[in-house]
């Protein structure tokens, strides 16, 4: 039999040469497939012909187009997409993302990653994305609902709560969810609550589900050091980004003690000797719609903006990228280890950098991988699917104990995985092979589709 490694590195040429310009698909792939050799040694019924060709195909692949008027009544046209990549374990499951650097390249190496995401969580949910370049930001309530109202007009022929399951990501927030829902409420005429995922609390969402991405990743990282015999308590904290992911991320490290003093956007980032004032941030945010300039003028002198830096030069204990992919790179990595970092968390969705990855785990940094780390948010979302099913509402306290639940036995099956094959503490290893395995099991199990 050649070996599986030859065997794998032929697949992932074939795989970029099919899917050519597409540079962070091809990252996804490769980061998974070069953990996989072990697997198809240890497993020969993995190495089946077809079966990461599959994998590696999404089951459906949805472009569209999406007219809209602005305010002036200028005629817009954007681009629509679904991937819809793999429903072996349930319906396809992932987020919206609506922002200029989406294309279908972007939608698949984010479907791609939502496949091992979801089975990570054992929830029973597929791996699906979508989104559209449509930009978000600076444009009236009016406008953002006649864009979304169009959008679900195409839509909402590819999802339903059997079929494809969409939620929130970066540009898609509860104002975008409810005028999403209201379109597909309005076309369909049914009171389907569990098409879409995010909603808000008094319509069909889940309790802690705004929260739960950023709350999941503080947990893998408290998980994570706690193996090492280490907490978050009293530990200082750089984060990157200021949507929702960051917030809650700060929220949660500051419930649990820790001294988070950074958050960024696309204009800069801020340090906060003081730590982040939580409340003045997400005023900002999430009631004006600002920037994180805006929160050093107004926090005072604690507080100071850093124009186009990299909020990787600040020295922490912690990190947590939860931003947007590829923003954490080699330089930044070396920093971040000259500073004394203990773990990494991924709030984004692959945000660090492969040689960035390398690096961090050479010097015995913790790495939570996305994949492992951010589940905590799609993880939220299939228990709203539940809730939905069964026409019943639960406490924050039950949510929140589920969540907490969920991200201790991601950890554990990514640590006992890495230790089964060889690679101990390498959670990238053991989340690639744990999510693999739950995912390949069920497609051989139901045959060649």
């Given amino acids: 039999m050649k070996d599986p490694k030859d065997r794998l590195d032929s697949l992932r040429a074939g795989i970029e040469r099919r899917n ?19 697997v198809f040694r240890a497993r020969p019924e993995y190495a089946v012909p077809g079966l990461v060709e ?44 609506f922002h200029p650097s989406v294309d279908i390249g972007v939608v698949k190496f984010l479907g791609f990653e939502q496949i091992f995401k979801n089975a990570l969580t054992g929830l029973g949910i597929g791996g699906g994305k979508g989104g559209s370049d449509f930009d978000p930001r600076g444009r009236s309530d009016a406008e953002v609902m006649r864009f979304c109202q169009s959008f679900m007009t195409e839509l909402h022929r590819h999802i339903g709560e059997h079929t494809d399951v969409p939620a929130g990501d970066i540009g898609v927030g509860g104002r975008e969810i409810g005028y999403l829902f209201g379109q597909y409420r309005r076309i369909t005429n049914r009171w389907e609550a569990g098409v879409l995922t995010g909603k808000g609390t008094g319509w069909g969402g889940s309790q802690i589900r705004p ?20 907490g978050l308590d009293g530990r200082s904290a750089v984060v990157s980004g200021s949507g929702n992911v960051a917030l809650y991320t700060i929220e949660k490290l500051q419930k649990l003690g820790a001294y988070p003093i950074t958050c960024s956007d696309s204009e800069g980032y801020v340090v906060d000797d003081k730590g982040i004032d939580l409340d003045l941030l997400k005023q900002i945010k999430e009631v004006e719609r600002g920037r994180v300039g805006a929160y050093a003028e107004r926090r005072g002198a ?31 990595a070396r920093a971040l280890i000259a500073s004394g970092v203990k773990a990494v968390s991924e709030g984004a969705n692959m945000p660090t950098t ?38 019943s509402a639960w406490t924050s306290q039950r949510v929140e104990e589920e969540l907490a639940g969920i991200m201790r036995d991601i950890h554990q099956v990514c640590h006992e995985t890495a230790e089964r ?27 060649v589709i």
């Fill in 421 to 447: 094959y060889g690679a101990p503490g390498d959670y990238v290893t053991g989340a690639n092979i744990a999510g693999f395995e739950r995912v390949a099991d069920a497609m051989l199990a139901q045959g």
């Fill in 302 to 332: 604690s507080a100071r903006f850093v124009p186009g830096g990299r909020v990787w030069e600040v020295a922490g204990e912690v990190a947590f990228p939860s931003a947007t992919q590829n923003e954490l790179g080699a330089d930044d």
């Fill in 54 to 97: 599959r994998l590696t195909e999404p089951e459906r692949q949805i472009v569209f187009r999406v007219p809209w008027q602005d305010d002036h009544g200028t005629v817009h046209v954007n681009r629509g997409f679904r991937v819809e990549f793999n429903s072996a374990l349930g319906p396809y499951k992932g987020g919206l993302r």
């Fill in 354 to 391: 492969p040689e960035a990855v390398r690096l961090f785990q050479e010097a015995g940094v913790a790495f939570g991988p996305g994949k492992a780390a951010n589940a905590g948010g799609v993880a939220v979302s299939a228990l709203e699917m539940s809730q939905n099913a069964a026409r």
């Fill in 20 to 38: 050519p310009a597409q540079p962070e698909f091809h990252q996804a792939v490769r980061e998974v497939l070069d953990t996989l050799a072990p």
């Fill in 211 to 230: 929260q739960a991405t950023g709350y999941g990743s503080v947990l893998f990282a408290a998980e994570m050091l706690q193996r090492q015999g280490l």
